[in-house]
Nanobody, 124 residues
Framework: QVQLVESGGGLVQAGGSLRLSCVAS????????MGWFRQAPGKERKFVAV????????GYVNSVRGRFTISRDNAKNTVYLQMNSLKPDDTAVYYC?????????????????WGQGTQVTVSS
C-alpha cells in the first residue's frame, strides 16, 4: 500500500521560512516523479513544484520560483520543499503527490498518489 506522509507545516510570519517533508512508502520511490501542490480555502488545488526521480530535473510555478526549492533524498524515501521569503498568499494546505515514471507536467489529475496535506499559514 502506497503511503505519503507530509510534515513540517505551521504558522510563520511573512518573510520567514519552513521546510516541508514527505516520506513515501510502499513503492520504488526513486522511479516516481514527486510533486508539491497547494490548496487555499475555497480554491482549487494548484501546482507548486515537481522533481524527477533522480532529482536532476525540477520545475516551479512562477509565483514561487526563487523562493522555494524542491529536493529529494532517495535513500530516505523523502521529498522536501524548502520555502523561504514566505508571503501571506502562500497560505494553504500543502500536498505531496507521486506519479509513476517520468513526468514534467503540472496537472494534479496526472498524479497517482497523494498525502493527507499539511497546513501552512503565513501571517502578515
Amino acid at each position: 500500500q502506497v503511503q505519503l506522509v507530509e510534515s513540517g507545516g505551521g504558522l510563520v510570519q511573512a518573510g520567514g521560512s519552513l521546510r516541508l517533508s514527505c516520506v513515501a512508502s510502499g513503492r520504488t520511490f526513486s522511479s516516481d516523479t514527486m510533486g508539491w501542490f497547494r490548496q487555499a480555502p475555497g480554491k482549487e488545488r494548484k501546482f507548486v513544484a515537481v522533481i524527477s526521480g533522480s532529482g536532476g530535473n525540477t520545475g516551479y510555478v512562477n509565483s514561487v520560483r526563487g523562493r522555494f526549492t524542491i529536493s529529494r533524498d532517495n535513500a530516505k524515501n523523502t521529498v522536501y520543499l524548502q520555502m523561504n521569503s514566505l508571503k501571506p498568499d502562500d497560505t494553504a494546505v500543502y500536498y505531496c503527490a507521486a506519479r509513476r515514471g517520468t513526468y514534467y507536467g503540472n496537472n494534479p489529475n496526472d498524479f497517482d498518489y497523494w498525502g493527507q496535506g499539511t497546513q501552512v499559514t503565513v501571517s502578515s
